[in-house]
């Protein structure tokens, strides 16, 4: 389960308000992408969720539960980083096996479960390497294996792709997706780009200045953009 709720969230850093007022229901199993402008608020409101910031008024519920105050372990989320967030000196095994060590489970457990996230990821050949022996897409599957192996409610990626190259890029997305299709678990993912939201997304949350301005499918805001503003973005002709 992974139903994700916003209830009236605003958070100001200091005098500043970044997000205002946001209300969003996520459902269990969507692939929702956040897309925006630089400086939109995207990773602000991911971080929020995530627990790696606190909101200033509002409510968070998990599956119904209100986490708003949890900490970020007690959320059952897992958030991918870019690649350049492993452990240089551990081998491909013990960057995946990492947060089951730090939760103590046993060899055995560890074990299993960092092979069937090798398995799933296509790296199963690469365990007893360094992540700087692996090609940029390795290294970013190696970093959504070490969430895989937490079987979380939720993934949550804050433009995990913006560091590879355009080919790359595209067959990252594709990945994520298939992942997305085999796993069934709630993603919400994070993005500037326009082109990934609406190849990825089931549905999309148009963010602008902290503000969601639509909140639907990608046809739905092709066809029938709430305004200039998600016209202009998706490149609808509003
Ligand atoms: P995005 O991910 O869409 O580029 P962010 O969520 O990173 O946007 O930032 C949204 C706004 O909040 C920006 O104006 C940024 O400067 C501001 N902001 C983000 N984090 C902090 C912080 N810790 N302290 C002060 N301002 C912040
Ligand atoms: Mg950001």
Do not use: W
Not at 85 to 111: G, Q, T
Not at 152 to 168: G, M, Q, T, V, W
Not at 203 to 214: D, F, H, P, T
Request: aromatic share 6%; with cysteine.
């Amino acid at each position: 389960m992974g139903s994700i709720s916003l209830q009236n969230v605003n958070k100001s850093f200091g005098e500043v308000q970044v997000i205002p007022d946001i209300s969003l229901e996520i459902n269990d199993g969507e692939f929702v992408v956040f897309v925006g402008p630089s400086g939109c608020g995207k990773s602000t409101l991911l971080r929020l969720i995530a627990g790696l910031e606190d909101t200033t008024n509002g409510r968070i519920l998990l599956d119904g539960q209100d986490m708003t105050d949890a900490p970020p372990a007690r959320r059952g989320l897992a958030m991918v980083f870019q690649s350049y967030a492993l452990y240089p000196h551990m081998s491909v095994r013990d960057n995946i096996a990492f947060p089951l060590k730090m939760a103590k489970a046993s060899k055995e457990v560890i074990d299993q479960k960092v092979e069937y996230a090798a398995r799933t990821l296509n790296l199963s050949d690469y365990l007893d390497r360094r992540p700087r022996a692996l090609s940029g897409g390795q290294r970013q599957r190696v970093a959504i294996g070490r969430a895989i192996v937490r079987e979380p409610k939720a993934f949550l990626f804050d433009e995990p792709l913006s560091n590879l190259d355009a080919a790359l890029r595209v067959n990252m997305r594709l990945e994520i997706t298939e992942l997305h299709q085999q796993l069934q678990t709630t993603m919400i993912y994070v993005t500037h780009d326009q082109v990934e939201a609406m190849t990825m997304a089931d549905r999309i949350v148009v963010l602008n200045a902290g503000n969601v301005e639509q909140f639907g499918t990608p046809l739905e805001l092709y066809r029938t953009p709430a305004n200039r503003f998600v016209a202009g973005f998706i490149g609808s002709p509003k």
